[in-house]
T-cell receptor, first 109, second 116 residues
Framework: EDKVVQSPLSLVVHEGDTVTLNCSYE??????LLWYKQEKKAPTFLFML????IEKKSGRLSSILDKKELFSILNITATQTGDSAVYLC?????????FGAGTRLTVKP | GAGVSQSPRYKVAKRGQDVALRCDPI?????LFWYQQALGQGPEFLTY????????KSGLPSDRFFAERPEGSVSTLKIQRTQQEDSAVYLC??????????????FGSGTRLTVV
């Protein structure tokens, strides 16, 4: 059975802190790993990772994939209150995505 | 449209009632997906369409769940004889295989279904 496990499940930090969110997976037919940010209801796309060891960056967010150890991390530097959300990791297998349960990040002023 | 539109935003159904949830994808998006998200959980795959063809319905939890996309654009997810365990947010997503981030799906805001 395909599994996507995220840790921690929740995290509370203060503005300016750096956080690292983890995603490990065990799936057959791995194609890509994706990160989403979910604030209200609609998850919004952050990154898609297909190759090992290549860091993707967008502003204060960055992510990297390790296909040998089957995990990915999402880093957020200099966190802001607007970063408060649930961060979802999803693994693309064939035509659909398997999601983890998410990490709920709360950034306090 | 500019985004994926879902309606209604909220639906309260009495147990045993049938419900229909609508998804209007981004114009021209070939692929359409339905997901079910229970409280505190990540979205769970339900079904996938490419144009009007339902290519994968392996995630539908029972034969009470039925989805269609007859003209390859708007899709409807129907749940018959709703039960309390059907209470969840139902997310629709669409994507365009022609774009570089093909699997960066665009999600709708979802329909929150509460079965009482």
């Amino acid at each position: 059975e395909d599994k996507v496990v995220q840790s921690p499940l929740s995290l509370v930090v203060h503005e300016g802190d750096t956080v690292t969110l983890n995603c490990s997976y065990e799936v057959t037919n791995f194609r890509s790993l994706l990160w989403y940010k979910q604030e209200k209801k609609a998850p919004t796309f952050l990154f898609m990772l297909t190759s090992s060891g290549i860091e993707k960056k967008s502003g204060r967010l960055s992510s990297i994939l390790d296909k040998k150890e089957l995990f990915s991390i999402l880093n957020i530097t200099a966190t802001q209150t607007g970063d408060s959300a649930v961060y979802l990791c999803a693994v693309l297998v064939y035509n659909d995505m398997r999601f983890g349960a998410g990490t709920r990040l709360t950034v306090k002023p | 449209g500019a985004g994926v539109s879902q309606s209604p935003r909220y639906k309260v159904a009495k147990r045993g009632q049938d419900v229909a949830l609508r998804c209007d994808p981004i114009s021209g998006h070939v692929s359409l997906f339905w997901y079910q998200q229970a409280l505190g959980q990540g979205p769970e795959f339900l079904t996938y369409f490419q144009n009007e063809a339902q290519l994968d319905k392996s995630g539908l939890p029972s034969d009470r769940f039925f989805a269609e996309r007859p003209e390859g654009s708007v899709s409807t997810l129907k749940i018959q004889r709703t039960q309390q365990e059907d209470s969840a947010v139902y997310l629709c997503a669409s994507s365009d295989p022609g774009t570089p981030n093909f699997f960066g799906y665009t999600f709708g805001s979802g329909t929150r279904l509460t079965v009482v």
